[in-house]
């Protein structure tokens, strides 16, 4: 099955309840659709995946990108989306390398929407929709400023996308902005 976005929300929600994790799912959700327009790709699909990455994260971290498996073939879903949820785990907990392009932007931007979800959060406006590349870089320089992003999957995934840092990080900021209202940015 190929779920569509309301399908693949409530399998989002049926395994996951924290409030932080699904914010983090709709706004990697938004920055995949946003990449998808860019790349003339199917944003409906792409975007389901970005609400899918972290399925099993919640209640199984342990076993992340691999009870994901589990979880979406249990849910019937169709393989090339169980892929390439597992792929943006790649090098960290899965072995799943990402091949097409939607799961290399899904590997880019799953930790870079982190970085700039804090970045927002240090602004006087609280909010992605003043953030500009200039203040996301200053931080992402500052190793010590929200320390849990890893900076070099970042750096390996804009690199297998052939995208300069700068590019990735300005269409990361546009996507979120997208979705700035549901994820409270």
């Known amino acids: 099955m190929k779920p569509n976005r309301e399908e693949a929300y409530a399998l989002l ?3 996951n309840e924290t409030p932080a994790l699904i914010r983090h799912a709709l706004a990697v959700e938004g920055v995949m659709r946003h990449f998808a327009g860019l790349l003339n790709e199917d944003e409906e699909k792409w ?5 899918l990455h ?15 498996v589990e979880l979406l073939n249990a849910a019937d879903i169709d393989e090339e989306y169980i892929h390439a949820v597992c792929s943006h785990g790649w090098g960290i907990c899965s ?13 880019t931007i799953d930790e870079l929407t982190g970085l700039i979800s804090a970045c927002a959060i ?15 870089i200053k931080k992402y320089k500052q190793l010590n400023f ?14 297998l996308l052939g995208y300069d840092l ?8 546009l996507g979120m902005r997208a979705v700035a209202a549901e994820i409270g940015l």
């Open 146 to 159: 929200a320390a849990g992003v890893d900076r070099s999957v970042i750096d390996r995934g804009a690199s």
């Open 54 to 68: 972290d399925i099993d994260y919640e209640r199984y971290p342990e076993e992340h990108c691999k009870k994901a």
């Open 95 to 107: 072995d799943v390398q990402p091949e097409h392009v939607m799961e290399k932007v899904l590997f």
């Open 47 to 51: 975007g389901v995946i970005g609400l």
């Open 13 to 15: 929600t049926k395994y």
């Open 122 to 136: 240090m602004r006087p406006s609280k909010s992605v929709m003043d953030l500009e590349y200039k203040s996301v």
């Open 166 to 173: 700068r590019y990735v990080i300005e269409q990361t900021i």
